[in-house]
């Protein structure tokens, strides 16, 4: 039986909020305040992706794998470095403490392996690899940090927000059409 063991990290090339179309593609997104909004499919539709009935964000990588993103990078050029929608370090940080929740529910190591860009999922795999294809690499806020680093920086993150997850010290709430994470008291 297949199992979710993967979560792959991606940005949407779109705005700073998610459409119908990113909502189809992930299973989460992440919008510039934060705030993480479920897609149409759950994680656990991506056990068989025989059926078309799965998110459909990582191409020859979906089977296993939880696809959460940022919405934001529009017109991303890696060489200029420049979108009208960057993404904000309150999304990255909700990301990483959504992965790190994600990871704890599924029995997910976090590794290179099993937690990675889709930048990296390209890079490590050879008959995938798409010329330009930078989704996650490149952080606005932290511009000396390279695109072969920028996954080590976001598993960091993810692994000190497990740890504080496996000890209660951050709830899952839904508000409305959203979730957000709250320091627990």
């Known amino acids: 039986m297949a199992s979710l063991n993967k979560i792959c990290l991606h940005w ?6 998610p459409c119908a179309t990113d909502l189809n593609a992930y299973h989460y997104c ?12 759950k994680p656990e539709d991506n056990l068989n992706c025989q059926d078309g ?7 020859g990588g ?25 993404l904000s370090q309150k999304q990255l940080e909700s990301l990483c403490c959504l ?17 990675f860009t889709h930048y ?15 989704d996650i690499a ?8 390279s695109q072969n680093s920028v996954g080590n920086y976001l598993r960091q993150k993810i692994s000190w927000y497990r740890s504080k997850i496996e000890n209660n010290k951050y ?8 979730y957000e994470f709250f320091i627990s008291a």
Request: proline share 3%; glycine share 14%.
């Open 53 to 59: 009935n799965y998110a459909q964000h990582c191409g």
């Open 171 to 178: 709830k899952f709430i839904k508000k409305g059409n959203y």
């Open 120 to 134: 990296e999922f390209d890079q490590k795999c050879p008959r995938q690899k798409r010329k330009g294809k930078s």
């Open 30 to 41: 992440v919008d510039k305040f934060g705030r993480i909004y479920a897609g149409i499919h």
């Open 62 to 86: 979906n089977t296993g794998c939880i696809g959460l993103s940022v919405c934001g990078m529009a017109g991303f050029d890696l060489s200029k470095k420049q979108t009208k929608y960057p």
């Open 138 to 145: 490149y952080i606005h806020y932290l511009p000396n940090l």
């Open 99 to 115: 992965a790190a929740y994600l990871s704890f529910k599924y029995g997910i190591v976090v590794s290179g392996k099993s937690v």
């Open 12 to 17: 949407t090339g779109g705005s700073n909020s």
